[in-house]
């Protein structure tokens, strides 16, 4: 039951650093409305006792899956990337999607390796092999 309610807490921190990282991604457009709720989640996740704080390092892997979406938003880069209809031609300048990418990599590696090595299995077995 304990290693359930661990995993349930790790996805709510995790949903919190992607609101957190969503709301900084897009601070010049609705980042500002955003960033107030991943401040009410944090406080929650602090203040909530059923929330496991040993899960906070979920909040790494919300935070990789911002890069994620914007390496899926750059796909077509780098450089100019051109579509068309019948009517309309549009252009736009995409970023380098392979360097969002390294940074999901590494973020969500680091996030899941944290949430593993936290995780009331590993806890459990590191203890057993000290006594």
């Known amino acids: 039951m304990h290693s359930t309610r661990y995993w349930c807490s790790v996805a709510f921190w995790a949903v919190d650093g992607l609101v957190f990282a969503f709301g900084v991604a897009s601070i010049l ?16 996740g602090a203040l909530v006792r059923a929330i496991d704080s040993a899960s906070v390092p979920g909040a790494i892997i919300g935070v990789g899956m911002v890069p994620l979406y914007l390496a899926w938003l750059n796909r ?8 068309s209809t019948e009517l309309t031609i549009r252009c736009s300048e995409h970023w380098n ?3 969002f990418l390294a940074v999901t990599i590494v973020l969500i590696g680091l996030g899941g390796w944290l949430v593993w090595r936290n995780s009331p299995s590993v806890v459990r077995a590191r203890s057993q092999l000290r006594d």
């Open 29 to 44: 457009t609705i980042g500002i409305f955003i960033i107030p709720i991943a401040v009410v989640l944090t406080l929650i």
């Open 97 to 99: 999607p392979w360097l």
């Open 76 to 83: 077509g880069g780098p450089g100019e990337v051109c579509e």
